[in-house]
């Protein structure tokens, strides 16, 4: 079968492999979408922190399911896609049932190899069943349960303010899942067509552009000097976590999500008299994953809205560097195999 490895940072390849032999307890995919994420573009840009090369990347996927492992209510021949998260099920977060940030946790894709290839065993217990939605829908069930996770971490409530930094595909995700939720959402970010896209494509109720806005000025304008009572960053951006301890409101709950090498900076009073709370919020459960997948067949996401760029299997190697610039206009690439 067919693979492409990222070598070393800006450097894929293609190899040939032998197809993989399915052991006891896995299931095997026949992988039909690989949807492009954050996590994939900063592997390949060198700045993912979890990270050792050679890897396949990959892990927003969807296929055909080819062996079941015995997975109950699975069938040959099924579409589904998976949690791609693989947990121990004995560390305290697995009996806290927390599997998502497991002590022993491989992400597929980013500490093991992961789904750009043919034929994908993973593990019969991580399968989801497709419940009659697209490759294509499956393939972003995944990054969009990112969201619905960070949404339930910070246990929003309808009529909230909900900060979200950052309007990449994560961040786009959580916008998602507090206006389901019935949050006041108010979008930041530096890219304005992202904003456009978030007002015209998401029905996102406010949307700030810092690169020509005062922040401090706007969010006020618009909590009505309250501020956020939910502050969510969805950057990765150093610069960015560090700013958006200065837009809590009083009690106020702080979730990260973007991820980074360096370390957080506060003012402690600051902090301190807001009594407010710091939180990160990892992956995603089954919980999550079928938040999703309701939201999806109820109509209430839309995922057409996400795919921007779709390339087939064989010109990725063309395509993949393209996707770290921002005047791409790229928000979800899908490879189709």
């Known amino acids: 079968m067919q693979v492409i490895i990222c070598q070393e940072p800006g450097v894929l390849a293609f190899k040939e492999q032998e197809r993989p032999e399915v052991k006891e307890g896995y299931a095997q995919i026949r992988i039909k979408r690989i949807g492009i994420c954050g996590t994939d573009l900063h592997a390949f840009d060198g700045t993912q922190p979890y990270f050792n090369y050679p890897r396949i990347l990959g892990h927003e996927l969807s296929g055909e399911l080819l062996e079941t492992g015995g997975a109950q209510g699975f069938k040959k021949g099924d579409v589904v896609t998976f949690i791609p998260y693989f947990n121990c ?55 969009l349960a990112i969201g619905a996770h960070s949404i339930r971490r910070a246990d929003v409530k309808a009529g909230e303010f909900v900060l979200v930094i950052g309007a990449g595909p994560i961040g786009l995700g959580i916008m998602e899942f507090a206006r389901i939720a019935g949050a006041k959402v108010i979008a930041m970010d530096i890219n304005a067509s992202r904003l456009k896209f978030c007002s015209n494509r998401l029905n996102i109720d406010y949307t700030i552009d810092v690169s020509t806005e005062n922040v401090l000025e706007r969010l006020s304008m618009i909590t009505q000097r309250d501020m956020p009572s939910v502050v969510i960053d969805a950057t990765g951006n150093l610069k960015a976590i560090n700013e958006g301890f200065r837009y809590l409101a009083h009690g106020a709950r702080y979730i990260l ?13 600051e902090f301190h008299k807001r009594e407010a709370t710091l939180m990160s919020s990892r992956n995603a459960t089954r919980e999550d994953f079928q938040h999703v997948i309701s939201s999806m067949k109820k109509g209430l996401v839309q995922p057409a809205n996400y795919i921007t760029h779709r390339v087939p299997f064989k010109r990725v190697k063309d395509e993949f560097e393209k996707w770290l610039d921002p005047t791409s206009g790229v928000i979800k690439a899908m490879i189709e195999i």
């Open 89 to 143: 099920g004995v560390c305290i977060a697995c009996r806290s049932e927390k599997p998502n940030c497991c002590t022993e946790i491989k992400v597929c894709g980013v500490h093991i190899d992961g789904g750009m290839v043919e034929y994908l065993n993973v593990p019969a217990y991580s399968l989801v069943q497709g419940e009659g939605l697209t490759y294509d829908e499956l393939a972003l069930v995944e990054p």
């Open 257 to 269: 999500v973007g991820l980074q090498k360096g370390d957080i900076s506060l003012s402690h009073p």
